[in-house]
T-cell receptor, first 116, second 114 residues
């Protein structure tokens, strides 16, 4: 596809359920980021992959959050035992190889997670 | 550590009037600065970026921003607002360090009135 694709677009989970959010980055993009955007806030960094290597997971809020990118392309963000405070939009972004800071990050439309 | 402050969570402008969105940053290393726009139920779209070249940066849809190191600012402007400019705008900072992860401001919601 031409852009970053995220699925599902909307997810409703009961508290305590596990959820999995998928991100298909732009083909050939080495870098992949996950951000969490709470209602009325700016996105906050969760984790970063360079190819299949997870190089930074400093933003993951708890050990209930887990991300993977096993083949260096599609990534999955998994949240175990969801809590109400996990309700947010989860954004995925990818960027091309090169000097990381200067590269444009292309964002998907996000997955809106609502935990009841 | 890096951070961004956007002054004003909501801005209302008349169609045809100047749009001015304020962004101040804090960074201990030379920053790279970005403005993104977010329409309802959509992802973030890049408007423009500053990566240490020209300090006056022109972006899409008639927007521009000026990097002022002495004021640690990167304010976004557009001479004449259109109805289609109604959206939320985010300023973000990163650097050569930290893999390029973006630190975002809280956002400014722009309303355009006829």
């Amino acid at each position: 596809g031409a852009g970053v694709s995220q699925s599902p677009r909307y997810k409703v989970a009961k508290r305590g359920q596990d959820v999995a959010l998928r991100c298909d980055p732009i083909s050939g993009h080495v870098s992949l980021f996950w951000y969490q955007q709470a209602l009325g806030q700016g996105p906050e960094f969760l984790t970063y992959f360079q190819n299949e290597a997870q190089l930074d997971k400093s933003g993951l809020p708890s050990d209930r959050f887990f991300a993977e990118r096993p083949e260096g392309s599609v990534s999955t963000l998994k949240i175990q035992r969801t809590q109400q405070e996990d309700s947010a939009v989860y954004l995925c972004a990818s960027s091309s190889p090169g000097l990381a800071g200067k590269n444009i990050q292309y964002f998907g439309a996000g997955t809106r997670l609502s935990v009841l | 550590a890096q951070s961004v402050t956007q002054l004003g969570s909501h801005v209302s402008v008349s169609e045809g009037a100047l749009v001015l969105l304020r962004c101040n940053y804090s960074s201990s290393v030379p920053p790279y600065l970005f403005w993104y726009v977010q329409y309802p139920n959509q992802g973030l779209q890049l408007l423009l970026k500053y990566t240490s070249a020209a300090t006056l940066v022109k972006g899409i849809n008639g927007f521009e921003a000026e990097f002022k190191k002495s004021e640690t600012s990167f304010h976004l402007t557009k001479p004449s607002a259109h109805m289609s400019d109604a959206a939320e705008y985010f300023c973000a900072v990163t650097s050569e360090l930290g893999w390029g992860k973006l630190q975002f401001g809280a956002g400014t919601q722009v309303v355009v009135t006829p």
